[in-house]
T-cell receptor, first 110, second 111 residues
Framework: QKEVEQNSGPLSVPEGAIASLNCTYS??????FFWYRQYSGKSPELIMF????GDKEDGRFTAQLNKASQYVSLLIRDSQPSDSATYLC??????????FGKGTHLIIQP | DAGVIQSPRHEVTEMGQEVTLRCKPI?????LFWYRQTMMRGLELLIY????????DSGMPEDRFSAKMPNASFSTLKIQPSEPRDSAVYFC?????????FGPGTRLTVL
């Protein structure tokens, strides 16, 4: 049984600070890793994905992957109130479907 | 492109009734996914298709659930008979590469 674990939160971060979101996964065969953002009542939308160990940066967002520790994280720099949402970590193994964590609820305090 | 289209957006039905959810993927995408989201279980993959062929239906909860994709532009998820525990938001997503694009979802309430 593939599992993806996230702290449900809420995680409260002051505006302008760095928000750090974490995720662990159980399947060592997992090959690609995704971060989705979901606003309340809306559908998930992709922020970024990462395949290789290390960091991947895209604007204010940085994804970090450590396959040895089975750990993925997402850093959001200069957090804005519009970043307040639920962040879903997703993992894909050899097949094409995604296994999602239950998400972390992030609140950016103005 | 209009994105992934789902209908209906909201469905309220009574236990025992048949429910059909519909999805139109983004034109040109070769993968289509059906997910279900609840507070308790989060977002779960039910079934996915590649080039209209079902590849993995291991997430379908039981025989009451069935899905079809008769052509590249249309898919249905059917629940017969429906039960209150089927109440959830059902998302359809499509992809051509690694990114899956989600539709707006169908909020199903079974009374």
């Amino acid at each position: 049984q593939k599992e993806v674990e996230q702290n449900s939160g809420p995680l409260s971060v002051p505006e302008g600070a760095i928000a750090s979101l974490n995720c662990t996964y159980s399947d060592r065969g997992s090959q690609s890793f995704f971060w989705y953002r979901q606003y309340s009542g809306k559908s998930p939308e992709l922020i970024m994905f990462i395949y290789s160990n290390g960091d991947k940066e895209d604007g204010r967002f940085t994804a970090q992957l450590n396959k040895a520790s089975q750990y993925v994280s997402l850093l959001i720099r200069d957090s804005q109130p519009s970043d307040s949402a639920t962040y879903l970590c997703a993992v894909r193994g050899g097949a094409d479907g995604l296994t999602f964590g239950k998400g972390t609820h992030l609140i950016i305090q103005p | 492109d209009a994105g992934v289209i789902q209908s209906p957006r909201h469905e309220v039905t009574e236990m025992g009734q048949e429910v059909t959810l519909r999805c139109k993927p983004i034109s040109g995408h070769d993968y289509l996914f059906w997910y279900r989201q609840t507070m308790m279980r989060g977002l779960e993959l039910l079934i996915y298709f590649n080039n209209n062929v079902p590849i993995d239906d291991s997430g379908m909860p039981e025989d009451r659930f069935s899905a079809k994709m008769p052509n590249a532009s249309f898919s249905t998820l059917k629940i017969q008979p429906s039960e209150p525990r089927d109440s959830a938001v059902y998302f359809c997503a499509s992809s051509l590469g690694p990114e899956q694009f989600f539709g707006p979802g169908t909020r199903l309430t079974v009374l």
